[in-house]
Protein backbone atom coordinates (compact mmCIF):
# COMPACT_ATOMS: atom_id res chain seq x y z
CA UNK A 1 0.00 0.00 0.00
CA UNK A 2 1.16 3.66 -0.36
CA UNK A 3 0.25 6.96 1.34
CA UNK A 4 1.48 10.24 -0.20
CA UNK A 5 3.51 12.07 2.48
CA UNK A 6 3.05 16.63 2.13
CA UNK A 7 5.83 18.75 3.61
CA UNK A 8 4.87 21.49 5.51
CA UNK A 9 7.16 25.04 6.63
CA UNK A 10 10.34 24.75 6.77
CA UNK A 11 10.68 22.89 3.43
CA UNK A 12 10.02 25.89 1.38
CA UNK A 13 13.25 27.31 -1.11
CA UNK A 14 13.76 29.57 -3.80
CA UNK A 15 13.43 27.36 -6.89
CA UNK A 16 10.70 24.87 -5.96
CA UNK A 17 8.10 23.91 -8.88
CA UNK A 18 10.57 25.21 -11.58
CA UNK A 19 8.89 23.06 -14.07
CA UNK A 20 5.26 22.78 -12.31
CA UNK A 21 3.78 26.42 -13.19
CA UNK A 22 3.96 25.89 -17.05
CA UNK A 23 2.79 22.88 -16.80
CA UNK A 24 -0.65 23.27 -15.34
CA UNK A 25 -1.21 26.55 -16.47
CA UNK A 26 -4.79 26.94 -15.29
CA UNK A 27 -4.26 26.16 -11.84
CA UNK A 28 -1.24 28.61 -11.24
CA UNK A 29 -3.28 31.50 -12.72
CA UNK A 30 -6.24 30.29 -10.46
CA UNK A 31 -3.71 30.81 -7.56
CA UNK A 32 -2.45 34.37 -8.69
CA UNK A 33 -5.92 35.50 -9.06
CA UNK A 34 -7.08 33.97 -5.50
CA UNK A 35 -3.46 35.17 -3.94
CA UNK A 36 -2.88 38.56 -5.88
CA UNK A 37 0.06 37.89 -7.10
CA UNK A 38 2.26 35.49 -9.22
CA UNK A 39 2.93 32.54 -7.33
CA UNK A 40 5.68 31.55 -10.22
CA UNK A 41 7.27 34.83 -9.26
CA UNK A 42 7.64 34.04 -5.91
CA UNK A 43 8.42 30.71 -5.88
CA UNK A 44 11.12 31.06 -8.92
CA UNK A 45 12.54 34.60 -7.98
CA UNK A 46 11.38 35.77 -4.61
CA UNK A 47 12.94 39.19 -5.29
CA UNK A 48 10.93 40.62 -2.81
CA UNK A 49 12.68 38.15 0.11
CA UNK A 50 9.14 37.34 0.52
CA UNK A 51 9.10 33.11 0.31
CA UNK A 52 10.30 32.80 4.57
CA UNK A 53 7.62 35.18 5.88
CA UNK A 54 4.47 32.92 7.12
CA UNK A 55 1.42 34.55 5.38
CA UNK A 56 3.42 33.74 1.83
CA UNK A 57 5.16 30.53 2.46
CA UNK A 58 2.60 28.45 3.34
CA UNK A 59 0.45 29.18 0.26
CA UNK A 60 3.37 28.61 -1.81
CA UNK A 61 4.10 25.73 -0.27
CA UNK A 62 0.43 24.43 -0.66
CA UNK A 63 0.36 25.44 -4.74
CA UNK A 64 3.72 23.56 -5.07
CA UNK A 65 2.59 20.46 -3.00
CA UNK A 66 -0.64 20.54 -4.88
CA UNK A 67 1.22 20.35 -8.26
CA UNK A 68 3.18 17.89 -7.37
CA UNK A 69 0.70 15.73 -6.74
CA UNK A 70 -1.14 16.39 -9.80
CA UNK A 71 1.98 15.60 -11.91
CA UNK A 72 2.41 12.44 -10.10
CA UNK A 73 -1.18 11.01 -10.79
CA UNK A 74 -0.05 12.27 -14.28
CA UNK A 75 2.72 10.16 -14.74
CA UNK A 76 1.57 6.91 -12.74
CA UNK A 77 -2.41 7.05 -13.32
CA UNK A 78 -2.04 5.53 -9.83
CA UNK A 79 -3.73 6.46 -6.61
CA UNK A 80 -2.87 6.55 -2.41
CA UNK A 81 -4.28 4.24 0.08
CA UNK A 82 -3.76 7.39 2.58
CA UNK A 83 -2.38 10.72 2.32
CA UNK A 84 -0.77 12.58 5.11
CA UNK A 85 0.55 15.49 5.61
CA UNK A 86 2.70 17.40 8.01
CA UNK A 87 1.22 21.08 9.53
CA UNK A 88 0.46 23.40 6.27
CA UNK A 89 0.94 19.35 3.93
CA UNK A 90 -2.22 18.52 5.99
CA UNK A 91 -4.53 20.69 3.68
CA UNK A 92 -2.78 18.98 0.75
CA UNK A 93 -3.41 15.75 2.48
CA UNK A 94 -7.31 16.66 2.53
CA UNK A 95 -7.00 17.89 -0.77
CA UNK A 96 -5.94 15.34 -2.74
CA UNK A 97 -8.44 13.49 -0.70
CA UNK A 98 -11.32 15.21 -2.24
CA UNK A 99 -12.23 16.70 1.11
CA UNK A 100 -12.27 20.09 -0.44
CA UNK A 101 -11.34 21.76 -3.69
CA UNK A 102 -7.48 23.87 -5.00
CA UNK A 103 -8.93 26.39 -4.85
CA UNK A 104 -11.24 26.45 -1.81
CA UNK A 105 -8.16 24.94 -0.12
CA UNK A 106 -5.54 27.79 -1.09
CA UNK A 107 -8.37 30.31 0.48
CA UNK A 108 -8.00 28.46 3.68
CA UNK A 109 -4.37 28.21 3.95
CA UNK A 110 -3.95 32.06 2.98
CA UNK A 111 -6.19 33.41 5.74
CA UNK A 112 -4.16 30.89 7.87
CA UNK A 113 -0.88 31.48 6.45
CA UNK A 114 -2.18 35.50 7.60
CA UNK A 115 -3.60 34.80 10.62
CA UNK A 116 -0.69 32.99 11.95
CA UNK A 117 2.06 35.40 10.94
CA UNK A 118 -0.17 38.14 13.41
CA UNK A 119 0.20 35.65 16.06
CA UNK A 120 2.80 37.04 19.46
CA UNK A 121 6.14 36.58 18.17
CA UNK A 122 7.78 33.76 19.12
CA UNK A 123 10.13 30.85 17.94
CA UNK A 124 10.81 27.55 17.64
CA UNK A 125 14.07 24.86 18.05
CA UNK A 126 14.84 21.46 17.55
CA UNK A 127 16.14 19.22 20.25
CA UNK A 128 17.71 16.19 19.00
CA UNK A 129 19.55 13.23 20.66
CA UNK A 130 16.57 12.73 23.89
CA UNK A 131 13.71 10.96 23.40
CA UNK A 132 10.00 13.41 23.77
CA UNK A 133 9.43 12.81 27.95
CA UNK A 134 13.21 13.82 28.22
CA UNK A 135 12.25 16.95 26.80
CA UNK A 136 8.95 17.34 28.72
CA UNK A 137 11.40 16.95 32.01
CA UNK A 138 14.07 18.92 31.06
CA UNK A 139 11.33 21.98 30.41
CA UNK A 140 9.74 21.05 33.74
CA UNK A 141 12.90 21.40 35.91
CA UNK A 142 14.26 24.29 34.39
CA UNK A 143 11.25 26.77 35.00
CA UNK A 144 10.60 26.25 31.22
CA UNK A 145 6.94 25.93 31.51
CA UNK A 146 5.59 28.49 29.28
CA UNK A 147 7.66 26.43 26.68
CA UNK A 148 5.15 23.88 24.27
CA UNK A 149 5.96 20.97 22.20
CA UNK A 150 5.16 21.57 18.74
CA UNK A 151 6.31 18.82 16.83
CA UNK A 152 6.68 15.29 17.91
CA UNK A 153 8.66 13.95 14.63
CA UNK A 154 10.47 11.08 15.63
CA UNK A 155 12.05 9.50 18.90
CA UNK A 156 14.87 11.11 19.43
CA UNK A 157 13.65 14.58 17.44
CA UNK A 158 11.58 16.92 19.17
CA UNK A 159 9.64 20.60 17.99
CA UNK A 160 9.64 23.48 21.17
CA UNK A 161 7.91 26.35 20.63
CA UNK A 162 7.25 29.55 22.90
CA UNK A 163 8.35 33.17 23.30
CA UNK A 164 11.28 34.02 22.07
CA UNK A 165 12.84 34.85 25.14
CA UNK A 166 12.20 31.67 26.54
CA UNK A 167 13.04 29.50 23.48
CA UNK A 168 16.97 31.38 23.50
CA UNK A 169 16.94 30.62 27.32
CA UNK A 170 16.16 26.64 26.92
CA UNK A 171 19.46 26.45 24.34
CA UNK A 172 21.89 26.01 27.64
CA UNK A 173 19.47 23.64 29.98
CA UNK A 174 19.29 21.23 26.59
CA UNK A 175 22.69 21.26 25.80
CA UNK A 176 24.33 20.13 29.33
CA UNK A 177 21.92 17.29 29.04
CA UNK A 178 23.79 16.23 25.77
CA UNK A 179 21.57 17.13 23.05
CA UNK A 180 21.59 19.23 20.11
CA UNK A 181 20.06 22.32 19.96
CA UNK A 182 18.65 24.28 16.61
CA UNK A 183 16.96 26.79 16.04
CA UNK A 184 14.29 26.99 13.18
CA UNK A 185 13.72 30.05 11.13
CA UNK A 186 9.90 29.12 11.80
CA UNK A 187 8.67 33.01 12.09
CA UNK A 188 6.14 32.31 14.83
CA UNK A 189 5.30 29.88 17.89
CA UNK A 190 3.59 27.77 16.24
CA UNK A 191 1.60 24.65 17.53
CA UNK A 192 1.71 26.13 20.59
CA UNK A 193 -0.69 27.81 23.12
CA UNK A 194 0.58 31.07 20.99
CA UNK A 195 -1.66 30.73 18.33
CA UNK A 196 -4.85 30.19 20.31
CA UNK A 197 -5.30 33.62 19.65
CA UNK A 198 -5.78 33.03 15.85
CA UNK A 199 -8.00 30.07 16.31
CA UNK A 200 -11.84 32.06 16.72
CA UNK A 201 -10.90 33.89 13.69
CA UNK A 202 -9.83 31.05 11.75
CA UNK A 203 -13.08 29.56 13.26
CA UNK A 204 -15.72 32.20 11.91
CA UNK A 205 -13.54 32.28 8.46
CA UNK A 206 -13.89 28.53 8.11
CA UNK A 207 -17.64 28.39 8.58
CA UNK A 208 -17.73 30.07 5.09
CA UNK A 209 -16.43 26.56 3.39
CA UNK A 210 -17.71 22.99 2.72
CA UNK A 211 -15.89 20.20 3.73
CA UNK A 212 -17.15 16.76 2.39
CA UNK A 213 -15.44 13.59 3.62
CA UNK A 214 -12.17 12.46 2.07
CA UNK A 215 -12.31 9.48 -0.49
CA UNK A 216 -8.98 7.87 0.95
CA UNK A 217 -8.00 8.32 4.66
CA UNK A 218 -6.01 10.73 5.87
CA UNK A 219 -4.35 11.13 8.59
CA UNK A 220 -4.83 13.88 11.04
CA UNK A 221 -2.04 15.64 13.27
CA UNK A 222 -4.00 16.06 16.33
CA UNK A 223 -4.41 12.43 16.83
CA UNK A 224 -2.23 10.31 14.67
CA UNK A 225 -5.83 8.52 13.77
CA UNK A 226 -8.04 9.12 10.07
CA UNK A 227 -10.26 12.31 9.82
CA UNK A 228 -13.64 11.41 10.80
CA UNK A 229 -16.39 13.46 8.72
CA UNK A 230 -17.61 15.55 11.72
CA UNK A 231 -14.16 16.46 12.90
CA UNK A 232 -12.81 18.09 9.80
CA UNK A 233 -13.70 21.62 10.69
CA UNK A 234 -12.89 20.81 14.83
CA UNK A 235 -9.29 19.05 13.29
CA UNK A 236 -8.10 22.13 11.55
CA UNK A 237 -8.89 24.69 14.35
CA UNK A 238 -7.48 22.39 17.12
CA UNK A 239 -4.16 21.62 14.53
CA UNK A 240 -3.02 25.21 15.20
CA UNK A 241 -2.67 25.32 18.89
CA UNK A 242 -2.06 21.76 19.37
CA UNK A 243 1.13 19.59 18.55
CA UNK A 244 2.00 17.70 15.40
CA UNK A 245 2.47 13.74 16.04
CA UNK A 246 4.36 12.88 13.33
CA UNK A 247 6.10 10.32 14.74
CA UNK A 248 2.51 8.54 15.56
CA UNK A 249 0.96 9.02 12.29
CA UNK A 250 3.88 7.34 10.38
CA UNK A 251 3.82 4.71 12.70
CA UNK A 252 -0.19 4.33 12.04
CA UNK A 253 0.78 3.82 8.76
CA UNK A 254 3.17 1.06 9.22
CA UNK A 255 0.49 -0.77 10.75
CA UNK A 256 -1.55 -0.95 8.13
CA UNK A 257 1.46 -2.21 6.00
CA UNK A 258 2.06 0.77 3.92
CA UNK A 259 4.80 0.05 2.15
CA UNK A 260 5.44 3.38 -0.08
CA UNK A 261 5.37 6.65 1.04
CA UNK A 262 6.28 9.19 -1.41
CA UNK A 263 6.80 12.80 -0.74
CA UNK A 264 4.95 14.93 -2.87
CA UNK A 265 6.83 18.82 -2.71
CA UNK A 266 10.05 20.36 -2.32
CA UNK A 267 12.91 18.63 -0.66
CA UNK A 268 12.77 14.98 1.89
CA UNK A 269 12.42 16.06 5.04
CA UNK A 270 9.75 13.81 5.89
CA UNK A 271 11.21 10.63 3.50
CA UNK A 272 14.09 10.89 6.08
CA UNK A 273 11.74 10.80 9.17
CA UNK A 274 9.66 7.86 7.82
CA UNK A 275 12.76 5.85 7.50
CA UNK A 276 13.94 7.14 10.77
CA UNK A 277 10.72 5.96 12.22
CA UNK A 278 10.43 2.77 10.16
CA UNK A 279 13.99 1.60 11.60
CA UNK A 280 12.91 1.98 15.49
CA UNK A 281 9.55 0.42 15.03
CA UNK A 282 8.95 -3.00 16.35
CA UNK A 283 6.89 -5.72 14.60
CA UNK A 284 3.75 -6.48 16.29
CA UNK A 285 2.64 -8.70 13.38
CA UNK A 286 4.12 -10.47 10.35
CA UNK A 287 4.42 -8.58 7.12
CA UNK A 288 1.58 -9.60 4.66
CA UNK A 289 3.47 -11.51 2.11
CA UNK A 290 2.61 -9.10 -0.69
CA UNK A 291 4.46 -6.24 1.20
CA UNK A 292 7.26 -5.44 -0.23
CA UNK A 293 9.53 -3.64 2.61
CA UNK A 294 12.34 -1.02 2.27
CA UNK A 295 15.61 -2.78 2.00
CA UNK A 296 17.49 -0.94 5.07
CA UNK A 297 20.54 1.17 4.30
CA UNK A 298 23.81 -1.06 4.56
CA UNK A 299 25.70 -1.19 7.83
CA UNK A 300 28.16 1.47 7.51
CA UNK A 301 32.56 0.05 8.31
CA UNK A 302 32.42 2.05 11.06
CA UNK A 303 29.44 3.05 14.61
CA UNK A 304 27.92 6.09 13.93
CA UNK A 305 29.21 7.43 17.15
CA UNK A 306 32.61 7.25 15.47
CA UNK A 307 31.79 8.53 12.13
CA UNK A 308 30.18 11.76 14.13
CA UNK A 309 33.66 12.23 15.65
CA UNK A 310 35.16 11.75 13.07
CA UNK A 311 33.34 14.16 10.56
CA UNK A 312 33.27 16.49 13.71
CA UNK A 313 37.47 16.78 14.26
CA UNK A 314 37.63 17.12 10.24
CA UNK A 315 34.91 19.42 9.25
CA UNK A 316 34.00 22.50 11.27
CA UNK A 317 30.38 24.12 11.17
CA UNK A 318 29.92 26.12 8.15
CA UNK A 319 31.51 23.07 6.15
CA UNK A 320 30.64 23.51 2.10
CA UNK A 321 28.70 19.93 0.88
CA UNK A 322 27.46 18.31 -2.42
CA UNK A 323 24.30 16.39 -0.99
CA UNK A 324 22.93 13.35 -2.86
CA UNK A 325 20.32 14.89 -4.91
CA UNK A 326 21.07 18.46 -4.63
CA UNK A 327 22.38 20.27 -7.53
CA UNK A 328 23.28 23.07 -5.42
CA UNK A 329 26.03 23.47 -2.53
CA UNK A 330 24.59 23.14 0.71
CA UNK A 331 26.13 24.46 3.91
CA UNK A 332 26.62 22.06 7.46
CA UNK A 333 24.93 24.71 10.38
CA UNK A 334 25.82 22.11 13.17
CA UNK A 335 28.41 19.94 14.37
CA UNK A 336 27.34 16.18 13.32
CA UNK A 337 25.00 13.97 15.84
CA UNK A 338 23.81 10.50 16.16
CA UNK A 339 20.11 10.51 15.48
CA UNK A 340 17.53 7.76 16.42
CA UNK A 341 20.71 5.94 18.12
CA UNK A 342 21.90 4.33 14.73
CA UNK A 343 22.10 7.97 11.99
CA UNK A 344 25.42 9.47 11.90
CA UNK A 345 23.70 13.02 10.31
CA UNK A 346 24.23 16.93 10.00
CA UNK A 347 22.09 19.93 9.40
CA UNK A 348 22.26 22.34 6.78
CA UNK A 349 21.67 25.57 6.34
CA UNK A 350 18.82 27.04 4.63
CA UNK A 351 17.29 24.07 4.69
CA UNK A 352 15.82 23.32 8.41
CA UNK A 353 16.42 19.60 8.16
CA UNK A 354 19.57 17.29 8.63
CA UNK A 355 20.74 14.85 5.90
CA UNK A 356 22.81 11.50 6.90
CA UNK A 357 26.43 12.04 6.34
CA UNK A 358 26.43 8.98 4.01
CA UNK A 359 24.72 11.34 1.40
CA UNK A 360 26.91 14.02 1.45
CA UNK A 361 30.66 14.87 0.20
CA UNK A 362 32.58 17.44 1.62
CA UNK A 363 33.48 19.88 -1.27
CA UNK A 364 37.85 20.73 -0.99
CA UNK A 365 38.30 24.16 -1.30
CA UNK A 366 41.71 24.43 -3.78
CA UNK A 367 43.51 27.58 -3.51
CA UNK A 368 43.67 29.78 -6.53
CA UNK A 369 47.13 31.39 -6.96
CA UNK A 370 47.75 35.00 -9.14
Known amino acids: MKAYLFPGQGSQRTGMGEKLFDAFPEITTAADAILGYSIKELCLKDARR ?3 QTQYTQPALYVVNALTCRQRAKDTGERPDFAAGHSLGEYNALECAGAFGF ?6 VKKRGELMSTAPKGAMAAILGLPADRVAGILGDSGLGAIDVANYNASTQTIISGLEQDIRAAQKPFEDQGAMYIPLNAGGAFHSRYMKPVVQEFAAFLQGF ?4 PKIPVIANIDAL ?3 PESLARNLLDQLANPVRWQDS ?10 EFPELGPGDVLTKLMRGIKSQLKPTAPQPAAAKAIPPSPPPSTSPQQRVADWNR ?3 VGTNVRAKGY ?7 SQAVVLFGHRAAV ?10 LDEVEPIIQVARVA
Request: charged share 15%.
Open 50 to 52: QLG
Open 103 to 108: EDGLRL
Open 210 to 213: QLVA
Open 226 to 228: PYR
Open 250 to 259: VTYLLRQGVT
Open 314 to 316: AHP
Open 327 to 333: EQTLTTK
Open 347 to 356: YMQGYNGYFA
